[in-house]
């Protein structure tokens, strides 16, 4: 490490100290101004106005504030998903020009979060942002706004230490992920924002995940014979024949759990009980509640997980041959196999960069030197936008924040106030190290 990002970083780590009211406080805002996404739109206009209000005063070139729908010829790309209103919902993007000859670097994180649920079910009030020993609380506290907040703090402390980086750095606060949408970061791809590498500031409790999982997500349609359910043995019931099919998706996730136990990024059992899903049923319909019957139809939906380095198809066709297979020795399903209907999901991709690349080495060595400890690495639980900027942004892309992915999506999220402040530190003294300063 030159001697000027030495003192960069020891700089921006003194001021970074000082900063903890500051982040709880911008968190916060954040968290009071809601931005629940819906089935067909989303309300994350209002937080992100006041977001570009407060890059519009952070020493950027520029902020850029645009619909998705304004990108030219979006709706044409293939990972465009159209199923959304996208008015009053833009993407912010700030950008900050280096001097030269630095590796530019994106951070991302979306604004939208899941809607509050029974909100008499919350102990503290949803968009308050209630702080109650040592955590923040909050719908999105932790999934995401905490770390679009340390992201923003990050940069602003650099710009206040009055560093100037050699590299480009570009804060991207995006619309539309939840749900598995993702059409927020694709837009920002398509209007030409790329860098030498992301970070994803997704809730890993600061730990480095070098790659996320993929998924295949199946709508099954088991069949059955329906007579007069007092007649019960001459029919079939689907549902009978639902168990029969998730005892399969147990057998093939024991397959995979045996052949992905080594995987780099999902070997730790206590993280990773079961490296790749297989048997998680989270949807069954069957039967007529009125019309006393053995059921003759049944509907489930799951998804097949996928690892980085692994072929999607590959998976999904040994998936679908095992399924056939075990499907074949039942007496019934044999002659008449269940099938796959469309899903109103939309399937990820696993993704993944090299340990070896200067993305994670960088920050795995920023991060031991803020907090005197070798960090976790490992893989992310879930997909997430690193996907849309390595698969149309050209981006290498890891993940990096704050908060605990149990805590998103549930009644009182909340977010570790310790977390928000050691991130600052760790991502500023690693934005500096990446991107270099000038001498
Ligand atoms: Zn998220």
New binding site residues.
Partial sequence: MSNAIETAVDKVKALAETLEEEVVELTRSLIQHPSEITQNSGDEGPAQRFLAAYLEKGGYDYVDVFLPTEVPDIEKHPGWKCDQNYENRPNVVAVRRGTGNGRSIILNG?MDVVPRGDETKWQYPPFSGTVKDGYLYGRGAC??KGGIAVMVMAVEVIHRAGIKLAGDVIVESVVA??NGIHNGTLACCLRGYKADGAVVL?PTKLDVCAGHKGNQIYQVQIPGKATHSCLWWSGASAIDHAIYFKEGLKKFEEIRTKETRSHPLYSDSEIFPTPALVDNIWFVEAGKPHFLAVPDQARIMFMVEVLPGEERNVIKERFENFMAEWCSHHPFLKDDMPSVVSSPFSDTFPVSVPLEDPLVTTLVESIEKMRGKHPVIRGFESA?DAMTLMMWGNTPSIMYGPGNLKN?HEIDEKVSIAELKQAVIELAAFIVTYCGVNE
Wanted: hydrophobic share 25%.
């Fill in positions: 979306h999934d995401m992920e939840e997704e997430c998103a």
